[in-house]
């Protein structure tokens, strides 16, 4: 049941203690769901009350601690041995007086790990500023220091394994489109082409189920055009209107995104083919220049010359890492592809290049999900690079 | 565009501000995207980056604060007036350097709110204990206090309006919970079924446009049913299979749970149906004492005897509120229906109910969304509670 095989785990979580080891942490206590995944295959959506990792240099394979109810998805979706389940009891689930993490720090105290460096995940959404509070109380003798983002940077290059996985998001993510571009249609509730698309994210492909993405369709049209993050409503569309679609596909949690945009019509107003030309010949020189041993900031000086030219300005980061994720969000949060991210680009990097413009009269978003391979890169999925017309 | 009348969140904000003033609270910082949709209207998925709402006893409108790319959505989704949509430059995005507190303790400093008594939601998903620490250096004279739940409390009894949408949601739950039973069959692959679902929740009704739930379709089955929180493979249902269902209707984040459980055959195992009917019959008991009045570890208690000739046992709470939600959870962390918790029932507070019972030779799912009336109770949709076979 677990995604990969034993071996890989195992070399996941050396490598997370190499990392420890270099910035001095002896305890890892890992609280994204995403790091949890990747360093066990534990899955599950119990992320929405406490539960961690332990990842300890005195021991072989990490600590799973969650609440009652989940030992047995631990059991079933992870390679760990029994005794390194621990499950807290259901009264510390939302109370005012007990806390998860008072559990926690009984189970590191048995373990006598309760006078080591201890790296937590500080600026992370699944670990709040209680957590730290009691741990930090209950662990009088620890020294806590920052591991936000540790385990995201060893995910950072993809094993051949998920360089599969990713392969398979991408035809799942082509599928998605698809069903997106025949189901968007004049009269037509958005809510119904929403409906649409979310079955084709889950039902994958024949050999391959879908699964449930970190970000829902975003799908906006009419005055949501000046705007990234909205959803759907039951309007229908109109002729000649504008459809910003940020989709993906997903396989084993993980994603390769795909975004386009529809003009419901034969002649797009010409502020919005203009921008569409421009984005698409900075997204292509920028695509064009990936490779290895370029930095992230090359990446998006490439695309910010290449538009040059024009009066396109995008403010935001051009792009960032992706994989494995759960949500709110399939961005990794190590690369930015933006200026003063000089991170070196390796094989089996794995980037999500968005050039999203949202104005007052026009919105454009399209993408790429590219995998950088020996020599340059290649994206996740088959699917024309363009501003497609339909009418 | 926003989901209720500017005097419904005006009348909020007022009750809000009223539970400030008892708790001598004199700046709200909320990050809880529930909480900030209920004061302001706003929605959009962009909580995957930090933003907040600021509520002044000094000013009438709270102040939304969010990332550039979404200030266009907080004026689409929000009666806000311009001055209170103030947004961030890009670069505080995942940065390692500046951080989004330092801009909204800028604001807070501009505002002259910064010697004031500020509370936070300490304990929450979406403000993170970096979050905390930087506000706090940032800010050296204000005093920092919890103010965990104080919104989810002011949420807790919903307006007529409210209930109107939980009913709009109740009747997708019932179309989902059906479409859920048409789909699953002996052959069929798990994540279609997932897919027909989950088109079912985001399609709504002829009338309605669905939502997209706080918590994906929970479907679990085979070895799975020992455990509550998975979701679906490309595996295909086998004669004589238990599925167990933890669905829900959503309409405009308003949340009505359906849950239950499918056998794929005439005859379910003797342990299976014997767990239904204690089941079964405990959670009608809980159904028929609620009413206003009544505490909420009074209805656990009459489960919990109604059950007691049996060796049936839930160490989880039965239910909590309901109302409300965004990911990873559609509970409103106010009520649970456990020992200890002596909150009083009262008319248009919103329940589910969820007995759910995960051993290792068997599992069951029944539930029940209700809302209480003036003199009992009322389910949100009109659905047989029962196991269901299909066979």
């Avoid at 979706?77 to 009984?106: C, G, R, W």
């Avoid at 024949?206 to 039951?234: C, F, Q, R, S």
């Avoid at 993906?248 to 030309?277: C, W």
Wanted: aromatic letters at 10%.
């Amino acid at each position: 049941m677990p995604a990969f095989s034993k071996e890989e785990y195992t070399e996941r979580i050396q490598r997370t203690k190499e990392s420890m080891a270099e910035k001095g942490i002896e305890l890892l206590l890992i609280s994204q769901p995403a790091n949890m995944n990747y360093l066990t295959g534990y899955d599950g959506w119990s992320f929405y009350v406490h539960q961690c990792l332990l990842v300890s240099m005195k021991q072989e394979e990490p600590v799973w601690i969650g609440r009652g109810m989940d030992a047995n998805g631990a059991r079933i979706t992870t390679y760990l041995s029994d005794e390194n389940i621990i499950q807290y009891a259901d009264d510390y689930v939302h109370s005012l007086v007990k806390h998860p993490m008072h559990f926690v720090a009984d189970v590191i105290k048995e373990k006598s790990w309760d006078k080591e460096t201890i790296g937590v995940e500080m600026d992370q959404f699944y670990f709040t500023h209680r957590s730290y509070v009691e741990l930090e109380k209950s662990l009088p003798n620890a020294k806590f220091v920052d591991a936000n983002t540790l385990v995201n940077w060893v995910r950072i290059i993809k094993s051949e394994a998920e360089i599969k996985f990713m392969r398979r998001a991408g035809q799942i993510a082509a599928k998605v489109m698809d069903t997106a571009i025949e189901s968007i249609d004049v009269g037509v509730r958005e809510c119904d082409a929403a409906a649409k698309i979310v079955a084709a994210q889950y039902a994958g492909t024949e050999e391959y189920a879908g699964d449930y993405p970190a970000i829902v369709p975003l799908m906006m049209t009419g005055e949501a055009i000046k705007t990234p993050h909205l959803t759907w409503t039951e309007h229908i569309y109109e002729a000649d209107a504008p459809v910003l679609l940020e989709l993906t596909g997903v396989y084993r949690r993980y994603h390769a995104p795909i975004a386009r945009t529809i003009f419901l019509g034969k002649n797009p107003p010409s502020l919005m083919q203009e921008t569409a030309d421009v984005v698409l010949e900075g997204l292509n020189a920028a695509i064009e220049f990936v490779k290895p041993g370029v930095t992230a900031e090359e990446v998006e000086e490439t695309w910010r010359k290449a538009i040059a030219h024009s009066t396109v300005v995008k403010e935001a980061r051009l792009g960032y890492s992706i994989g494995l994720n759960y949500p709110p969000d399939w961005g990794e949060q190590t690369i930015s592809l933006r200026p003063g991210d000089k991170t070196v680009l390796k094989p089996n990097m794995a980037l999500h290049l968005i050039p999203g413009i949202w104005h007052e009269e026009v919105g454009f978003e399209v993408d790429a999900s590219i995998r950088v391979t020996e020599t340059d890169n290649e994206s996740l999925y088959d699917y024309p690079i363009d501003l497609i017309l339909k009418g």
